[in-house]
């Protein structure tokens, strides 16, 4: 190759290059280390090049390597024939500037040096952007693993590719354990088929993202609610995932349930008072209650039942609504203390305090109803005890399909209810007294005034029955009957008047009739 063709070629180099010998004093350097030198090349000959470019106090660590026979042979062996290649690389601060130098030793087969080639690149604005991006992923990976949302993603084969330290916190796993695994395994199987819809359409969607609940199995075997943010970054090559941002919102969740459950007892204590006003008797109000109960709050079932004063001290069912299946008949549940009667009704009759059973499957006193129970899907109760100023006039039990379904907010509200129920019945059975004994006064005056009628009527037709026949009497006898007679007929008539006015009006005008009428016209 033409000599000045190789020199241009050199000079072309954009970065600064040089040649050195085994001092390592320059034999050849091109424009670009020339002018980050500040001199010409004459100048820089035959100086070492530390006190040329790339200063300091001696050759760099690498390069004396190469030189003496230590440094890294190169991948291409030969580069002339019979000669080897060592090479060497460092970074190199100059100023404010830094330097990539990768260096060249070239060696016969008797291993002496030829020369060594220094190539120098500004890499300055590559580390910095590299350093900037290292904080930043720094950065990224402290607020990610201090986050107090989990962060998951989701590889292309489907599995869990990452896990931030949250996941340990919220679900109990490990981050390291979940890797690799399906998190299809892990949601609630009523949760699946909906979030697996959202899912399929996210991944036609690059970029795109959406957000729901769903339930997740806890590392204790719980299910707890969260509330992910899903984003489809397979576009993205630095991520290349289905990202889950993930939040445990079972306590917001749960609060919601019972602030749900609680507008309901509240709504079924309005309407449950509503039906107190507009109820006409007691067997209406207490069927009213029940349905409303169990429309209205959507427990399983509700019933009243009275005490019976028998032998076994028997609760009565004298209402009830919902899904029963023949419990009440075949539960035969007591008030006495014995084993039929230390359920939750028996005990809150006999006791007037409210009962409350959170779970059928816990309480050995609820043996006798627990299979039962168990089959209608019964899971918790309550009983509450309907008190008036007598006593307790009976018990209103409810039935709810899920456990621990009566805390303390609900118990009160429910005891409201029981006392405005039992405020009912002892109204209506006060009005329903009244109402009888109103009806007996009433009854008994219509039998007086009735009977002061026929009283009057009595004296009134034989007072008639008089007048109409003295003359008749008299004709009969020919005149005035004689003063014993007179006397006798009057001290009859008062007798008869006066003994039983009724049938003397009856006797006295057919008597009359048939004794002093005229006899027919011979």
Request: charged letters at 25%; one cysteine or more.
């Amino acid at each position: 190759m033409n000599p000045e063709i190789w020199r241009d070629v050199f000079d072309a180099i954009e970065g600064p290059a040089f040649f050195h010998d085994e001092k390592f004093r320059v034999l050849l350097a091109n424009g670009a280390y020339c002018r980050a030198a500040g001199m010409t090349e004459a100048q820089a000959l035959d100086k070492p090049y530390w006190e040329v470019f790339l200063p300091g106090t001696g050759p760099l660590p690498g390069c004396k390597d190469a030189v003496s026979g230590k440094g890294q042979t190169s991948l291409q062996e030969e580069v002339n024939v019979g000669a080897k290649l060592f090479s060497s690389q460092e970074e190199v601060n100059v100023g404010e500037k830094l330097f990539l130098s990768k260096g060249y030793t070239v060696r016969d087969d008797q291993g002496k040096q030829l020369y060594s080639l220094h190539l120098l690149s500004d890499i300055t604005v590559q580390r910095q952007a590299e350093q900037a991006m290292a904080d930043s992923e720094k950065r990224f990976r402290a607020l990610i693993e201090s986050a107090p949302d989990g962060i998951s993603l989701l590889g292309v084969d489907g599995k869990i590719a990452y896990a931030s330290p949250a996941t340990q916190r919220i679900l109990g796993y490990p981050p390291e354990t979940v890797i690799g695994t399906d998190p299809r395994d892990y949601t609630h199987p009523d949760d699946l088929d909906p979030f697996l819809t959202l899912l399929n359409d996210l991944l036609q969607k690059p970029g795109g993202s959406f957000t729901t609940q769903y339930r997740f199995r806890h590392k204790d075997g719980s299910w707890r609610w969260l509330e992910s943010t899903v984003s489809n970054l397979f576009a993205e090559s630095s991520v290349n995932a289905i990202v889950f941002n993930y939040r445990d919102i079972t306590e917001r969740k749960l609060a919601e349930e019972e602030l749900k459950r609680l507008n309901r007892a509240l709504r079924t204590l309005s309407a449950c008072n509503e039906a107190l006003v507009r109820a006409g008797n007691e067997a209406e109000l207490l069927d009213a209650i029940c349905r409303l109960i169990v429309e209205v709050s959507d427990y399983c079932m509700a019933w009243i039942g009275f005490p019976e004063p028998d032998v076994a001290n028997t609760v009565r069912p004298v209402a009830h609504y919902g899904y029963d299946e023949e419990y009440l008949a075949a539960a035969n549940i007591s008030w006495a203390n014995t084993a039929p009667g230390r359920g939750p009704t028996g005990t809150a009759m006999r006791t007037g305090t409210v009962q409350v059973n959170q779970n059928f499957l816990t309480k050995p006193l609820l043996t006798p109803w627990r299979e039962a129970a168990q089959l209608r899907g019964y899971q918790s109760s309550i009983a509450l005890p309907l008190k008036s100023a007598a006593g307790t006039l009976g018990v209103l039990t409810i039935y709810a399909s899920e456990p621990d379904a009566f805390n303390k907010a609900k118990v009160t509200l429910l005891q409201e209810l029981a006392d405005d129920l039992a405020f009912g019945i002892e109204t209506l059975r006060t009005r329903a007294e009244r109402d009888r004994i109103a009806y007996e006064h009433l009854h008994r005056a219509e039998i007086l005034r009735q009977s002061l009628e026929d009283s009057i009527k009595a004296i009134a037709n034989a007072v008639k029955c008089a007048t109409l026949t003295q003359p008749a009497i008299s004709s009969a006898l020919g005149n005035w009957p004689s003063p014993s007679r007179a006397n006798w007929a009057c001290r009859k008539t008062r007798c008869a008047a006066s003994s039983s006015p009724p049938a003397f009006t009856t006797w006295g005008k057919s008597a009359f009739r048939r004794k002093f009428s005229p006899s027919p016209a011979n």
